[in-house]
């Protein structure tokens, strides 16, 4: 499988949201232990696609986002926003 890394688009959401659901239990599925599928995505992933979209990349293995990094440039500013 050939994976390239490329740009956060609005259209990878539902799989960045799947993804952290299913490593949010140290890189386990958490839906055991949160039910509600938007939590965790909500708390560590979303923010930083929404406030810091420069610095949001997916793996895409061709057909949909398998994996994701997100990073803030400015961690006070982040947390403050």
């Known amino acids: 499988m050939t994976v390239r890394i490329r740009p ?3 259209t990878d959401r539902d799989a960045l949201y ?4 299913r490593t949010a239990d140290a890189s386990e599925d958490s839906r ?3 039910p509600d599928l938007d939590l965790m995505p909500s708390i560590f992933a979303a923010p930083y696609v929404r406030l810091e ?5 997916v793996a895409d293995d061709g057909e949909r986002a398998v994996g994701y990094i997100v ?3 400015d961690t006070p500013a982040f947390v403050k926003a």
């Open 18 to 21: 799947d993804i952290c659901v």
């Open 8 to 10: 956060y688009q609005d």
């Open 53 to 57: 979209p420069d610095l949001a990349f």
């Open 71 to 73: 990073g803030t440039a």
């Open 32 to 34: 055991h232990i949160y």
